[in-house]
């Protein structure tokens, strides 16, 4: 299953789940829920941490490390 | 008499908490701390009507009330606890309408801890932009609560908001009070049995976050843990499912409330200037160089700008000295006064202009929302030191001063991260080192070179120094790194808000604040050493300064004048308690190039190093001529002459080697008290005072016996 750090710049997907539950806490008060569609849209230099627009509202940055537990589905 | 009803300003972290904040409040705002944590408290009086006021308390921002860092645990403390000193009569939940059901999430929590809560709509300009309608009264209807729109930054709305609080203190609803989740009702049962009749979700968080909040004793929290365990309760899973539950709640009373404008004509969203702006300030090399561009301009104008009001400060003290000099009497208390007190307080005041300009720097950064997209640039980079992006704000204003930089710290959820940060931050340049600096470059790099033709040579010395120090702070954290080892991983989960133009009044009441504090604070501390100092200067052991006129005169019988009267005060000042510090220690830093003048400005340094100049000051107008109308400090240290060599005291070698040693030694008793609040333990201060005194050390001997 593809995961947030599978994206390339631009593209969307929706989030399905999570694979570490400590971190899936705050992202889900960030208003990451299942369901909720992302686009990546910045990439720090080396490729991380990334961004992402969070249902189009707003703009969060986290590690590649940490987009990792973010499941997703390519949409 | 009723007492004034405390209100607690809430909301998410940039959401336009702290804009209404000011516009509540103005200028009525005092700045205290937390009883018990060292967190700067900020309260500020808003007059409701003619002669009904009420008490404002701004509160960090976070995104729920379950804290991920230290923080955000004093908002559960204070929210949490009734009995609290600073538990609220009301709430007003800040909330971004851009962005309402993210915002919304903390209000219905504030809510049900069965606060009085007021919800204060910010930005819905912002929100109209991007396409979405809020029909707030529908908003009210359905939240239950008195909803008030604000333009924070602007003071709009503030009438309303008003009406909104008073209505609520009157009635004093509080939520309907029920779980947002299903939970049994014999485990809320249980808690109330033991810790009396509460509001249902405040049971509940007791339940799961009593390790956080001060309230409960060990028994205490044995209890809830056991009441935990019985019911195989498992904190956070059951979180998860609130957060899940209550944004199903929210999205759809905001489906209810909010029209989609995008949705309805399917338009395309604009480009905002945050995207426009983002382009470049987060390009993988403009990002950098832009960065590097912005710390470099920083510098070079802080240095060339404030040097004009430093010089006329300077200048001005050293004229109302000689002014006072030929006015009063000649005695011991005229010297107290003129070479003790205002020489130490000219120390004070000349670091107003440059710690102006750092602060004016710094929350210009901060307000306009790039200070995040710096901590996001420079993760990975920081990463490899075993920092951490958010490590970069502390150190930034490490610059300014380590003690608020050690404190910022706090937002680091990671404790080794954390740990190291705050161990490294005090290898930045404060500004309490600026004097120094600015002193010693000005006596060993000539002025009018320059770099290209472009720069200052002074100014690109001093921006060495800054970054050598910066270089510093990243080696010894990669030290640290390896040495200590931690398995808890760090995170890095953060909102990159939307730029804003900074609100000038809240940068003005930044540098004033930051300045106001430094007179006071740090100014009590160097005025009280200038006077011992020269108190140390002016008495010595036994009968040694009372010989000193007719030793110097049967050893010299041919000496007249001004000469003679050096001569002898030199001797005097050498006798002194002071001096006699200074030899004691002068074998220790023989190899580094000082002397035992030098001596004593390194010990009455390691209390705080902003007295370095101070004490030059107090020493060279003692030992050398004072009949010099401009005998600024400058002055009378490059007239300084080696005794051993016969050509100035000052020379390269020496100037780079005290600056070398400055830049790194822990001579600050308030970053030290700092460390040890932070980290709760005297391990981590003394770990912190050793490493960079011996890291001072061996760099200054290095320098001195390189450039000599």
Same mark, same amino acid.
């Given at each position: 299953?593809?995961?947030?750090?599978?994206?390339?710049?631009?593209?969307?997907?929706?989030?399905?789940?999570?694979?570490?539950?400590?971190?899936?806490?705050?992202?889900?008060?960030?208003?990451?829920?299942?369901?909720?569609?992302?686009?990546?849209?910045?990439?720090?230099?080396?490729?991380?941490?990334?961004?992402?627009?969070?249902?189009?509202?707003?703009?969060?940055?986290?590690?590649?490390?940490?987009?990792?537990?973010?499941?997703?589905?390519?949409? | 008499?009723?007492?004034?009803?405390?209100?607690?300003?809430?909301?998410?972290?940039?959401?336009?908490?702290?804009?209404?904040?000011?516009?509540?409040?103005?200028?009525?705002?005092?700045?205290? @701390?937390?009883?018990?944590?060292?967190?700067?408290?900020?309260? /500020? *009086?808003?007059?409701?009507?003619? !002669?009904? +006021? #009420?008490?404002?308390?701004?509160?960090?921002?976070?995104?729920?009330?379950?804290?991920?860092?230290?923080?955000?645990?004093?908002?559960?403390?204070?929210?949490?606890?009734?009995?609290?000193?600073?538990?609220?009569?009301?709430?007003?939940?800040?909330?971004?309408?851009?962005?309402?059901?993210?915002?919304?999430?903390?209000?219905?929590?504030?809510?049900?801890?069965?606060?009085?809560?007021?919800?204060?709509?910010?930005?819905?300009?912002?929100?109209?932009?991007?396409?979405?309608?809020?029909?707030?009264?529908?908003?009210?209807?359905?939240? @239950?609560?008195?909803?008030?729109?604000?333009?924070?930054?602007? /003071? *709009?709305?503030?009438?309303?908001? !008003?009406? +909104? #609080?008073?209505?609520?203190?009157?009635?004093?609803?509080?939520?309907?009070?029920?779980?947002?989740?299903?939970?049994?009702?014999?485990?809320?049962?249980?808690?109330?049995?033991?810790?009396?009749?509460?509001?249902?979700?405040?049971?509940?968080?007791?339940?799961?976050?009593?390790?956080?909040?001060?309230?409960?004793?060990?028994?205490?929290?044995?209890?809830?843990?056991?009441?935990?365990?019985?019911?195989?309760?498992?904190?956070?899973?059951?979180?998860?499912?609130?957060?899940?539950?209550?944004?199903?709640?929210?999205?759809?009373?905001?489906?209810?409330?909010?029209?989609?404008?995008?949705?309805?004509?399917?338009?395309?969203?604009?480009?905002?200037?945050?995207?426009?702006?983002?382009?470049?300030?987060?390009?993988?090399?403009?990002?950098?160089?832009?960065?590097?561009?912005?710390?470099?301009?920083?510098?070079?104008?802080?240095?060339?700008?404030?040097?004009?009001?430093?010089?006329?400060?300077?200048?001005?003290?050293?004229?109302?000295?000689?002014?006072?000099?030929?006015?009063?009497?000649?005695?011991?208390?005229?010297?107290?006064?003129?070479?003790?007190?205002?020489?130490?307080?000219?120390?004070?005041?000349?670091?107003?202009?440059?710690?102006?300009?750092?602060?004016?720097?710094?929350?210009?950064?901060?307000?306009?929302?790039?200070?995040?997209?710096?901590?996001?640039?420079?993760?990975?980079?920081?990463?490899?030191?075993?920092?951490?992006?958010?490590?970069?704000?502390?150190?930034?204003?490490?610059?300014?001063?380590?003690?608020?930089?050690?404190?910022?710290?706090?937002?680091?959820?990671?404790?080794?991260?954390?740990?190291?940060?705050?161990?490294?931050?005090?290898?930045?340049?404060?500004?309490?080192?600026?004097?120094?600096?600015?002193?010693?470059?000005?006596?060993?790099?000539?002025?009018?070179?320059?770099?290209?033709?472009?720069?200052?040579?002074?100014?690109?010395?001093?921006?060495?120094?800054?970054?050598?120090?910066?270089?510093?702070?990243?080696?010894?954290?990669?030290?640290?790194?390896?040495?200590?080892?931690?398995?808890?991983?760090?995170?890095?989960?953060?909102?990159?808000?939307?730029?804003?133009?900074?609100?000038?009044?809240?940068?003005?009441?930044?540098?004033?604040?930051?300045?106001?504090?430094?007179?006071?604070?740090?100014?009590?501390?160097?005025?009280?050493?200038?006077?011992?100092?020269?108190?140390?200067?002016?008495?010595?052991?036994?009968?040694?300064?009372?010989?000193?006129?007719?030793?110097?005169?049967?050893?010299?019988?041919?000496?007249?004048?001004?000469?003679?009267?050096?001569?002898?005060?030199?001797?005097?000042?050498?006798?002194?308690?002071?001096?006699?510090?200074?030899?004691?220690?002068?074998?220790?830093?023989?190899?580094?190039?000082?002397?035992?003048?030098?001596?004593?400005?390194?010990?009455?340094?390691?209390?705080?190093?902003?007295?370095?100049?101070?004490?030059?000051?107090?020493?060279?107008?003692?030992?050398?001529?004072?009949?010099?109308?401009?005998?600024?400090?400058?002055?009378?240290?490059?007239?300084?002459?080696?005794?051993?060599?016969?050509?100035?005291?000052?020379?390269?070698?020496?100037?780079?080697?005290?600056?070398?040693?400055?830049?790194?030694?822990?001579?600050?008793?308030?970053?030290?008290?700092?460390?040890?609040?932070?980290?709760?333990?005297?391990?981590?201060?003394?770990?912190?005072?050793?490493?960079?005194?011996?890291?001072?050390?061996?760099?200054?001997?290095?320098?001195?016996?390189?450039?000599?």
């Amino acid at each position: 299953m593809a995961n947030l750090a599978d994206l390339k710049i631009g593209e969307k997907g929706e989030i399905v789940g999570f694979t570490d539950e400590l971190l899936s806490l705050k992202l889900l008060e960030m208003g990451c829920l299942p369901g909720t569609e992302v686009v990546l849209t910045h990439l720090a230099p080396f490729g991380d941490p990334i961004a992402i627009r969070v249902s189009g509202s707003y703009t969060l940055s986290m590690r590649r490390e940490e987009a990792e537990t973010m499941l997703i589905k390519r949409t | 008499m009723s007492k004034t009803p405390k209100i607690a300003l809430i909301g998410n972290p940039n959401a336009g908490k702290s804009s209404l904040f000011n516009s509540l409040t103005g200028l009525n705002q005092k700045t205290g @701390n937390f009883p018990g944590v060292t967190m700067e408290k900020h309260t /500020g *009086i808003w007059e409701l009507e003619p !002669k009904r +006021s #009420v008490e404002i308390l701004d509160l960090p921002g976070i995104y729920s009330i379950y804290p991920k860092s230290i923080d955000e645990e004093l908002v559960i403390n204070i929210l949490g606890d009734p009995k609290h000193p600073d538990f609220p009569d009301m709430a007003i939940v800040v909330a971004d309408a851009s962005n309402l059901k993210r915002n919304l999430l903390l209000f219905s929590q504030v809510r049900d801890l069965g606060i009085p809560t007021v919800l204060a709509l910010n930005m819905i300009d912002v929100a109209e932009n991007e396409g979405y309608v809020i029909n707030s009264i529908k908003l009210a209807r359905e939240l @239950n609560v008195e909803v008030a729109e604000v333009n924070a930054k602007k /003071g *709009i709305g503030l009438n309303g908001l !008003k009406l +909104s #609080v008073i209505k609520t203190l009157q009635n004093r609803f509080a939520s309907n009070d029920a779980l947002p989740l299903p939970v049994s009702d014999e485990v809320i049962q249980e808690v109330q049995a033991n810790f009396g009749e509460a509001e249902m979700y405040r049971s509940l968080l007791w339940l799961m976050e009593h390790d956080r909040m001060k309230m409960f004793s060990i028994q205490q929290r044995e209890t809830l843990d056991a009441i935990k365990s019985k019911h195989h309760f498992s904190s956070k899973k059951y979180q998860s499912e609130e957060t899940v539950k209550r944004y199903e709640q929210i999205t759809e009373v905001v489906d209810r409330c909010v029209i989609n404008l995008n949705r309805q004509w399917d338009a395309v969203p604009v480009k905002t200037w945050t995207d426009r702006l983002d382009k470049f300030f987060l390009h993988p090399v403009g990002g950098y160089v832009f960065f590097l561009a912005i710390l470099f301009v920083m510098f070079q104008a802080v240095f060339t700008w404030a040097t004009y009001p430093m010089d006329l400060i300077d200048g001005g003290v050293a004229t109302l000295n000689d002014w006072l000099k030929g006015v009063l009497p000649d005695s011991a208390l005229t010297a107290l006064l003129t070479d003790g007190l205002i020489a130490g307080i000219g120390g004070v005041l000349i670091f107003i202009p440059q710690i102006a300009f750092l602060f004016l720097f710094i929350s210009l950064l901060e307000e306009t929302g790039y200070m995040s997209r710096v901590m996001f640039i420079m993760d990975k980079l920081m990463r490899r030191f075993g920092l951490n992006g958010k490590s970069v704000v502390p150190l930034i204003s490490g610059v300014a001063c380590a003690v608020p930089a050690i404190m910022s710290t706090r937002s680091i959820g990671s404790w080794k991260d954390r740990l190291i940060t705050i161990l490294v931050t005090p290898l930045m340049s404060c500004s309490a080192r600026l004097p120094i600096y600015t002193v010693l470059i000005a006596l060993v790099v000539p002025e009018k070179n320059t770099l290209f033709g472009l720069f200052n040579l002074q100014g690109v010395a001093l921006f060495g120094l800054y970054l050598l120090g910066f270089f510093m702070a990243l080696v010894s954290a990669w030290v640290m790194k390896v040495i200590l080892q931690a398995k808890e991983k760090s995170y890095f989960i953060m909102e990159l808000p939307t730029y804003k133009a900074p609100r000038f009044k809240h940068v003005a009441i930044t540098i004033f604040n930051s300045v106001n504090a430094f007179v006071f604070e740090a100014g009590k501390i160097i005025v009280a050493i200038s006077i011992v100092l020269w108190v140390l200067a002016s008495y010595g052991p036994g009968d040694e300064i009372a010989q000193s006129e007719a030793k110097i005169r049967l050893a010299n019988p041919t000496l007249q004048g001004v000469e003679l009267q050096n001569k002898i005060s030199a001797d005097k000042l050498e006798h002194s308690f002071a001096g006699h510090f200074g030899h004691f220690v002068e074998p220790a830093i023989r190899p580094l190039g000082y002397d035992w003048k030098i001596g004593i400005a390194l010990i009455t340094s390691f209390a705080a190093r902003e007295v370095f100049v101070g004490t030059m000051s107090t020493i060279y107008s003692m030992g050398g001529e004072v009949d010099d109308a401009n005998a600024t400090i400058k002055n009378r240290m490059r007239a300084e002459i080696n005794p051993a060599t016969g050509k100035p005291m000052y020379d390269a070698a020496l100037g780079f080697s005290l600056l070398i040693f400055y830049a790194f030694a822990m001579q600050c008793m308030s970053t030290l008290a700092t460390t040890y609040r932070e980290t709760k333990s005297w391990k981590y201060p003394l770990i912190q005072f050793s490493y960079m005194t011996a890291l001072a050390y061996l760099s200054a001997f290095a320098v001195y016996q390189w450039l000599s």
